[in-house]
């Protein structure tokens, strides 16, 4: 089952550069487990960082733009952590199953020249099969939409440390270039909407199977607002499998787990 193993959250609310777990470059880290608790005092982020994964799921959904307003969000200037200028980042590490390689997932949201969100890049990457070490491949890489993406399972591109902290355009207009002479395994892409992730667009074609399997992770997310005081009122009839978005339902899913259990499927 695909899980993530780690998780940086750069200027998102409270969040200005947060990292939990494991990921391609912190090797060393302890992973996130199945079942992750976070336990702090009111007010150090708790909050935020759920929303993080719903803000992620949003993007997917909805598009950069109207994710920033849903759930009373406030629009981007509002969850841009306070006192800081440029982007917010998300980097997600995660497995498709125990045995799989892991894929690295980068998102980084932006404003344009008329004051709206849109997606300023976007890249997937991961190691090649026995690479154990180095930098992984990348096998999709946007920025302002355009960009490469690589097809099939093994395909991709290895960027070194000094591409990384060159100029992104100047990658990109390289990449692109090299791709027209790869032509079987390489795609140009330009988006029509900056503002839709290009994960959503390309996960839908056959040709992408690993863009496809990260968009469908993210697409299986379920994710409940728990909130103490509607957990007390009178619950619905009947088990229900999982909590609604207000968690108003958790004597149901009790119930659902009791049966469960009872029908002998912890």
């Given at each position: 089952?695909a899980?993530?193993?780690?998780?940086?959250?750069?200027?998102?609310?409270?969040?200005?550069?947060?990292?939990?777990?494991?990921?391609?470059?912190l090797?060393?880290?302890?992973?996130?487990?199945?079942?992750?608790?976070?336990?702090?005092?009111?007010?150090?982020?708790?909050?935020?960082l759920?929303?993080?994964?719903?803000?992620?799921?949003?993007?997917?959904?909805?598009?950069?733009?109207?994710?920033?307003d849903?759930?009373?969000?406030?629009?981007?200037q509002?969850?841009?952590s306070?006192?800081?200028i440029?982007?917010?980042?998300?980097?997600?590490?995660?497995?498709?199953?125990?045995?799989?390689?892991?894929?690295?997932?980068?998102?980084?949201?932006?404003?344009?020249?008329?004051?709206?969100?849109?997606v300023?890049?976007?890249?997937?990457?991961?190691?090649?099969?026995?690479?154990?070490?180095?930098?992984?491949?990348?096998?999709?890489?946007?920025?302002?939409?355009?960009?490469?993406?690589?097809?099939?399972?093994?395909?991709?591109?290895?960027?070194?440390?000094?591409?990384?902290?060159?100029?992104?355009?100047?990658?990109i207009?390289?990449?692109?270039?090299?791709?027209?002479?790869?032509?079987?395994?390489?795609?140009?892409?330009?988006?029509?909407?900056?503002?839709?992730?290009?994960?959503?667009?390309?996960?839908?074609?056959?040709?992408?199977?690993?863009?496809?399997?990260?968009?469908?992770?993210?697409?299986?997310?379920?994710?409940?607002?728990?909130?103490p005081?509607?957990?007390?009122?009178?619950?619905?009839?009947?088990?229900?499998?999982?909590?609604?978005i207000?968690?108003?339902?958790?004597?149901?899913?009790?119930?659902?787990?009791?049966?469960?259990?009872n029908?002998?499927?912890?």
């Amino acid at each position: 089952m695909a899980r993530i193993e780690g998780i940086r959250i750069k200027n998102f609310r409270g969040l200005r550069d947060v990292t939990l777990g494991k990921l391609w470059n912190l090797q060393n880290a302890e992973p996130l487990t199945p079942m992750t608790a976070v336990i702090g005092k009111n007010g150090v982020g708790k909050s935020s960082l759920f929303d993080a994964f719903g803000f992620l799921a949003d993007c997917l959904r909805v598009g950069v733009e109207e994710a920033c307003d849903l759930r009373g969000r406030g629009g981007f200037q509002r969850i841009m952590s306070q006192g800081q200028i440029g982007l917010i980042e998300f980097e997600v590490y995660y497995k498709e199953d125990g045995n799989a390689r892991p894929i690295t997932y980068e998102m980084a949201v932006g404003i344009d020249n008329t004051g709206r969100p849109y997606v300023q890049k976007e890249r997937l990457r991961q190691r090649r099969k026995g690479q154990s070490y180095g930098w992984p491949f990348s096998f999709l890489v946007l920025n302002d939409g355009k960009g490469v993406a690589w097809k099939g399972e093994q395909e991709g591109r290895q960027i070194d440390e000094n591409e990384e902290q060159g100029d992104l355009s100047e990658l990109i207009e390289n990449l692109i270039l090299k791709a027209v002479e790869e032509s079987k395994e390489t795609e140009v892409v330009e988006l029509e909407d900056k503002r839709k992730l290009g994960i959503a667009t390309l996960g839908s074609l056959k040709q992408h199977p690993r863009i496809s399997a990260f968009r469908r992770f993210i697409e299986g997310w379920y994710l409940s607002y728990f909130t103490p005081d509607a957990a007390r009122s009178l619950p619905l009839a009947g088990p229900q499998k999982h909590l609604n978005i207000h968690g108003d339902n958790l004597g149901n899913v009790v119930q659902f787990m009791e049966r469960e259990i009872n029908r002998g499927r912890p």
